[in-house]
């Protein structure tokens, strides 16, 4: 059975730092999925693609709003993928979802993924 359970979240002043973790549970698919992805949704949006990452960890792509504050990472020995969030701004205020892409390639859109953890809330304070 997979599973996927996000960690990290919390309340932080802007300009500060979360790490999310992604811990993904089930026999064996972790390291063999074609990708993992870091997602977000703020009340009374649409949920938007924060950062994938490639089966091997090499490859990496973030959203524009993200590029150069947010770092993602995996662990495939630990089954565990991470976002490290640096220089937070109150618009990065949102839930945060961790998913698992079911196509190779980068993978950007929420029909590219099939299996979502439940989210962590991230609130940046002003």
């Known amino acids: 059975q997979v599973q996927l359970v996000e960690s990290g979240g919390g309340l932080v002043q802007a300009g500060g730092s979360l790490k999310l973790s992604c811990v993904a549970s089930?026999?064996?698919?972790?390291?063999?999925?074609?990708?993992m992805g870091w997602f977000r949704q703020a009340p009374g949006k649409e949920r938007e693609f924060v950062a994938h990452?490639?089966?091997?960890?090499?490859?990496?792509t973030y959203a524009d709003s993200v590029k150069g504050r947010f770092t993602i990472s995996r662990d495939n020995a630990k089954n565990t993928m991470y976002l490290q969030m640096d220089s937070l701004k109150p618009e990065d205020t949102a839930v945060y979802f961790c998913?698992?892409?079911?196509?190779?390639?980068?993978?950007?859109?929420?029909?590219?993924?099939?299996?979502w953890g439940q989210g962590t809330q991230v609130t940046v304070s002003s």
């Open positions: 998913a698992r892409s079911r196509t190779g390639g980068v993978a950007t859109t929420t029909r590219e993924y099939d299996q």
């Open positions: 990452i490639n089966t091997s960890g090499g490859s990496t």
């Open positions: 089930g026999v064996g698919w972790f390291r063999q999925a074609p990708g």
